[in-house]
């Protein structure tokens, strides 16, 4: 590892900078953030300080996204649910049901965890 360092005033400061990603991080990868940062400090500062945060958090988005649909999906043919067209409530309230239990199970195993 090769550092530079830069002269103010009569100290030598190097010059530290994380190598920043365009990533975008969507619902999951920001409450795993948070989680992190508030109950596991030492992993958070773990993964901020090498550089890999950014792409656990877009993994672990992608990966719960993944399963958020595939268990709903599961759901959805156990549990059909009511015709869309004529009881669009219904059908709105029964796969917002589905979608609520896919993602208890993925928030405890996955973001929480």
């Known amino acids: 590892m090769e550092l530079t360092y ?4 009569d100290y030598l400061l190097p010059e ?6 365009e990533t975008n ?10 989680y992190l940062k508030n109950h ?3 992993m958070y500062a773990s993964l901020m300080l ?3 945060l950014n792409s656990h958090l877009a993994e672990i988005d992608r990966t719960a ?3 958020v649909e595939r268990i709903t999906a599961q759901l959805l043919a156990k549990n059909p649910a009511p015709d869309k067209a004529t009881d669009p ?4 309230g029964h796969m917002n049901s589905l979608k609520h239990q896919a993602e208890e199970s993925i928030l ?3 973001i929480y965890s």
């Open 89 to 92: 409530l219904g059908w709105t």
């Open 65 to 67: 996204r993944e399963r």
């Open 6 to 9: 830069t002269r103010q005033g």
């Open 40 to 42: 596991r400090k030492g």
């Open 108 to 110: 405890a195993e996955l």
């Open 16 to 21: 530290l900078a994380l190598p920043e990603e």
């Open 50 to 52: 090498s550089g890999d």
């Open 25 to 34: 991080i969507g619902k999951y990868g920001m409450l795993r953030k948070t």
